[in-house]
């Protein structure tokens, strides 16, 4: 027997898509211990796009795969969209992985032996779901790769190979978008439309965006900016204009 579902009411305050309270990891030991993510408390509301800035090794990866549930954290809790996966069943994470986040990492992951229109198709069918054509195209041409949708991986380059791996990650429609360092293989003009197809993806779609990024003119697209010293927030930037950041960055020192 199936419970009743519980009622919908309108909320004043809709829950953030994602959370943390508390949010540690700790590597190695003794002397060699490491606080790369250290007591991060943090809201990700629906539709919001934020950038990850700070120094090399502040732990931006880190975090951003803690708020994946692609690394266990060491203590504190994670919320996605009202739910802890902390001691959530590998099944169930997986699932909500597949259903509701994307990911576009700096390893694309892309199955040498499928082209790029089913590798970019994958994750639709392994959901079981039909895959939408026509916007798979549209996607494909917004991103410039639609002329090599019949390409191995191997036949790409490593911009076009990320391109591939951007539009596997928004064609699901995912609720929430995890990116790490999404423009770094690209050339400027194809980084920027990377950009806006995160940002529309956030403004138009309300889908949650979360990127991390050394580039202030790619924070720039973001709605806010949260800026990682040693594991800490060490400020949240609200005005994102390029000048604003660059500033803001130079005067907290990272
Ligand atoms: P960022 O992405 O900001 O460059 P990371 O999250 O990769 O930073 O790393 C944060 C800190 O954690 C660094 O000091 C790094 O050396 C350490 N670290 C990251 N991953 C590991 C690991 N697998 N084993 C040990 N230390 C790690
Ligand atoms: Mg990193």
Redesign the pocket.
């Known amino acids: 027997m199936s419970q009743p579902l519980p009622q919908h009411h309108e909320q004043p305050n809709p829950p953030a898509a994602v959370a943390c309270r508390g949010l540690t990891?700790v590597?190695?030991q003794g002397d060699?211990l490491?606080?790369?993510?250290n007591e991060v408390d943090a809201m990700f509301g629906t539709g919001e796009f934020t950038a990850i800035m700070?120094?090399?090794?502040?732990?931006?990866?880190?975090?951003?795969?803690l708020l994946a549930g692609l690394d266990n954290p060491t203590s504190g809790d994670i919320v996605i969209e009202g739910q802890s996966i902390i001691g959530m069943r590998d099944k169930d994470l997986t699932t909500l992985r597949r259903d509701r986040l994307g990911f576009i990492f700096q390893s694309f992951n892309l199955v040498p032996t499928l082209t790029a229109r089913e590798n970019i198709a994958l994750p639709i069918h392994l959901a079981g779901k039909r895959v939408d054509e026509a916007e798979l195209e549209m996607l494909a041409a917004k991103l410039g790769i639609l002329e090599r949708l019949t390409h191995l991986p191997h036949q790409l380059s490593g911009g076009q190979q990320q391109r591939v791996a951007v539009a596997r990650a928004l064609l699901t429609r995912p609720a929430v978008v995890f990116a790490?360092e999404p423009t770094g293989a690209l050339d400027l003009r194809t980084g920027r439309e990377l950009l806006q197809s995160l940002q529309s993806a956030s403004r138009q779609r309300q889908q949650t965006v979360i990127m991390?990024t050394h580039d202030p003119a790619a924070a720039a697209f973001a709605d806010r900016v949260l800026v990682?010293v040693d594991?800490r927030i060490a400020h949240e930037i609200r005005d994102t204009s390029y000048e604003n950041i660059v500033a803001t960055m130079a005067e907290v020192g990272a």
């Open positions: 990891r590597y190695g060699a490491v606080y790369a993510v700070g120094p090399s090794g502040s732990g931006k990866s880190t975090l951003m795969h790490d991390v990682l594991g």
